[in-house]
């Protein structure tokens, strides 16, 4: 499911009382906050006038929470964008999400605020190589099945016979006919997959630096201290971190369990940015962080977004050849999950 955003316009006294209830009283002053209600009704305004909409994870800044007409993670976003009749798509997340974006809209102008919000995870795997793999296992594994996270580039997903989000993995792959699956890139996310599955899973050599840092002695230290709280981890931490975790969910699927669960205290075992929206939109209960920053996500910023808009800055192009096949691999997601 997706979710959509009724926005209430917050004067500048109100986005300063919003955002100064998280931990960052430097960068959230009355002075900076004011700026940011200008640059969020420019924002609004271009919109209109550009017959926009803005997609943003859950990851992403505070400020960029307030433009953004719809947040998720990235299957709902995925799913958003396959289904707005606007003509520009500025897809506020990482390089390989605008892409996603593209492929399933080529008709429609897909904005990315700043070019440099790659995804080391998508680097840790080209077209080629995969193809090289692919050639190699098949020998060995006939009926292989490639399924592709996706946190991956147009190409990658293009080689792939279908891609899937964490949130759907397991379910991806139970529905595939194929026994043997290479799933690429995410080595823990697949180690996930494997647990959950009695068919062979091969995996890629990759992994999100982000989750990958988060050790289990961080997670079990404040289990020892908070024996109370609830661990809800994200499926691309180590397979040792996810042992210690009550759930093991996507973003979207944290921020539902919180909202409706009756436990009022969580540990958030993911990138900070969803501990940020937690924070903001359940006030009521207490979040923790057990998180590290993902330096591309926070490329993206409320002035980078402005610029995108006003000069139609950065967009998405792609090979249609390439389009058309890794447009086949995300609808079979769709039609999967």
């Not at 892409?99 to 080629?128: H, M, Q, Y």
Request: glycine letters at 2%.
């Amino acid at each position: 499911m997706h979710f959509a955003i009724e926005k209430q316009e917050r004067t500048t006294a109100e986005l300063y009382g919003h955002l100064s209830r998280l931990e960052h009283p430097v960068h959230y002053t009355p002075e900076r906050c004011e700026r940011i209600h200008e640059q969020i009704q420019e924002i609004r305004r271009l919109k209109k006038e550009r017959n926009a909409v803005l997609l943003a994870h859950n990851y992403q800044r505070p400020e960029v929470f307030e433009v953004a007409d719809f947040i998720g993670d990235s299957l709902e976003l995925a799913r958003q964008a396959s289904e707005v009749e606007v003509d520009v798509i500025v897809f506020c997340g990482v390089h390989f999400m605008a892409e996603t974006a593209k492929i399933l809209n080529p008709e429609k102008t897909v904005l990315l605020p700043d070019l440099r919000a790659g995804c080391s995870l998508a680097d840790s795997v080209n077209a080629d190589s995969l193809a090289d793999r692919k050639e190699a296992l098949r020998k060995l594994y006939p009926d292989l099945g490639v399924v592709s996270y996706v946190n991956t580039t147009a190409e990658v997903k293009a080689e792939s016979d279908v891609c899937c989000t964490s949130s759907n993995a397991v379910k991806i792959v139970e529905r595939l006919p194929h026994r043997h699956i290479l799933f690429v890139p995410d080595e823990n996310l697949a180690a996930y997959v494997q647990q959950q599955t009695d068919k062979t899973i091969i995996s890629w050599d990759g992994n999100c630096y982000v989750h990958h840092q988060i050790t289990r002695d961080q997670i079990a230290a404040v289990k020892k201290n908070l024996p109370h709280v609830k661990v809800l981890a994200h499926p691309e931490c180590r397979a040792d971190v996810l042992e210690l975790a009550d759930a093991v969910l996507s973003t979207s699927g944290m921020v539902q369990y919180a909202k409706q669960s009756d436990a009022s205290e969580f540990l958030i075992v993911t990138e900070c940015g969803l501990s940020d929206r937690l924070l903001l939109e359940a006030p009521e209960k207490k979040f923790y962080k057990a998180c590290k920053l993902c330096q591309y996500m926070k490329m993206i910023t409320l002035e980078a977004t402005l610029q995108s808009l006003r000069v139609m800055r950065h967009e998405i192009t792609l090979p249609e050849d390439v389009r058309q096949r890794a447009e086949k691999a995300l609808r079979k997601m769709f039609a999967l999950s």
